[in-house]
């Protein structure tokens, strides 16, 4: 069985590739959700109804109530990537700050992100 094709990029994360190193598989899919999460909506003229800027929360999401919102929005961003089979999102509040933890899952199997929602592109690949 042939894995699935997700394409290649050149990596974003932090800031661009100065050396333009392709990237593929699910470290594509895992740059998309980031651009995704750290990306006001509105802000892109091809898509206007996507993007959520999780940086924005970063004092907004102080009671359990605001977290499972702001673990919602997520879930609804993260699920938009067509490459995403499922998703399962909670947000917590560590000591140094809000916390996102997100499991995804795709047809090449499952990985995870640990994202420090004051910077997003702190974000950590775990397969």
Excluded: C
């Amino acid at each position: 069985m042939a894995l699935p094709d997700f394409g290649t990029d050149v990596s974003t994360v932090g800031d661009l590739d100065p050396t333009f190193t392709p990237v593929s598989g699910q470290r594509v899919v895992l740059e998309r959700i980031l651009r995704r999460l750290s990306t006001a909506r509105g802000t892109l003229a091809y898509a206007p109804d996507e993007g959520i800027d999780i940086g924005d929360w970063t004092n907004d999401a102080t009671t359990r109530m605001q977290r499972l919102v702001l673990a919602n929005y997520i879930r609804s961003e993260v699920e938009r990537d067509e490459a995403v089979t499922s998703t399962d999102v909670s947000v917590s509040l560590e000591a140094n700050g809000l916390v996102a933890l997100i499991s995804v899952e795709t047809d090449d199997g499952p990985f995870s992100l640990t994202i420090p929602i004051a910077d997003v592109s702190a974000a950590r690949l775990h397969t």
